[in-house]
């Protein structure tokens, strides 16, 4: 256990850093949270927490972030308890009011409404799903030859892949060919996807015709899915702005375990024995795909036996406290939702 003003630095640390993203100094405690004591005290005190490895320094800065153990402490011990606003809950009840009907919906809705609020990727895992429709692409200049073609279904599936591209095409063109084909196929399933609109949309962008085939491959991929367990994603593109995912090869890592529903389901359904909301941090997930991640995560049910489970994936930096706050409300409010709606089915 650390006493009293260690715990004070500790929290100050894990506050300041998921605030700012910037490694945090002594100067900057002593200033900013006005613990009582000089800067000189807090250095030593910060001293002494990163000898028992709840803080560490990255190699290009003096100040300090917290490691996965001090996150965990930090979680466990120091976390203070937060609640949604009432704008929020209002937010929440009236979505799911409105997807009542149909089981699909409410579990897309769910997953819109975690990333809406946290500004994090959701994760909903369901057995239930069909085939997609066409929702979002996005063609990212990777450089010199290279681009990234990311593809998101209405279920919220992602797919991703790296192709060759002509050096003569630049972002302008990828940010073109995305725009048309988001404005032809929005909403589209493969069986609507008709030779008269791959017509227009070639006669549109002739000359990017070797960027096109390719996502026009990767959109038939991704919509053409088999009915079976499901996870839907939500908000794909919110880790992605995040400072620790600015990297390329840290993009692609994480894409591709996006992409990978059974290792998504693993994750999630290790916690349908535990009760309430579970985070686990950094190491804790057992995949190195996400090593520099976070998932906060619940099951929601019927009858108390869990029958699917929510989760938020965000950086190990990510504001716990108000993951929690979501998870846990949304998770209550979903049981309830599903409870009602299947029940009514099987009457």
Avoid: W
Avoid at 157 to 170: C, E, F, N, Y
Avoid at 229 to 239: P, Q
Avoid at 254 to 263: A, F, G, I, Y
Wanted: aromatic letters at 6%; proline letters at 3%.
């Amino acid at each position: 256990m650390l006493d009293a003003r260690k715990k004070n630095v500790l929290l100050a640390i894990v506050q300041d850093y998921i605030a700012t993203a910037e490694p945090v100094g002594s100067r900057t405690i002593a200033r900013k949270y006005k613990l009582g004591v000089s800067p000189a005290t807090i250095r030593n005190e910060m001293a002494d927490l990163e000898e028992m490895g709840f803080i560490e320094q990255p190699h290009t800065s003096a100040g300090r972030v917290p490691s996965d153990r001090g996150y965990r402490y930090y979680v466990d011990h120091l976390m203070k308890h937060e609640e949604l606003t009432m704008d929020e809950e209002k937010l929440v009840l009236n979505s799911y009011l409105s997807k009542v009907q149909d089981v699909g919906e409410v579990l897309r809705c769910t997953g819109n409404l975690l990333s809406q609020i946290t500004n994090y990727t959701a994760v909903v895992l369901t057995t239930h799903y069909g085939k997609g429709r066409f929702k979002h692409i996005q063609i990212i200049h990777m450089g010199p030859g290279q681009a990234m073609v990311v593809l998101v279904s209405d279920s919220g599936a992602v797919q991703h892949r790296i192709i060759d591209v002509p050096d003569s095409i630049g972002p302008e063109d990828l940010d073109t060919i995305s725009r048309v084909l988001n404005h032809k196929l929005q909403g589209k399933s493969i069986k609507n996807i008709r030779l008269t609109l791959i017509k227009e949309i070639y006669l549109e962008l002739a000359r990017q015709k070797h960027v096109l085939n390719m996502a026009m491959d990767l959109i038939r991929d991704g919509l053409d899915v088999k009915t079976g367990e499901k996870v839907y994603l939500g908000g794909i593109f919110n880790i992605l702005n995040q400072p620790e995912f600015h990297n390329v090869e840290k993009v692609k890592t994480l894409l591709s375990l996006l992409e990978q529903e059974k290792e998504l389901s693993n994750i999630i359904e290790g916690v349908f024995d535990a009760r309430g909301v579970t985070v686990r941090i950094g190491e804790e997930l057992e995949n190195e795909s996400i090593k520099d991640c976070s998932m906060v995560m619940a099951s929601y049910g019927m009858d108390g036996k869990p029958v699917g489970g929510i989760g938020l994936l965000g950086p190990t930096r990510m504001d716990y406290a108000r993951a929690y706050a979501v998870v846990d409300y949304i998770t209550s409010n979903l049981s309830l939702v599903m409870e009602r709606l299947l029940r009514g089915r099987g009457k």
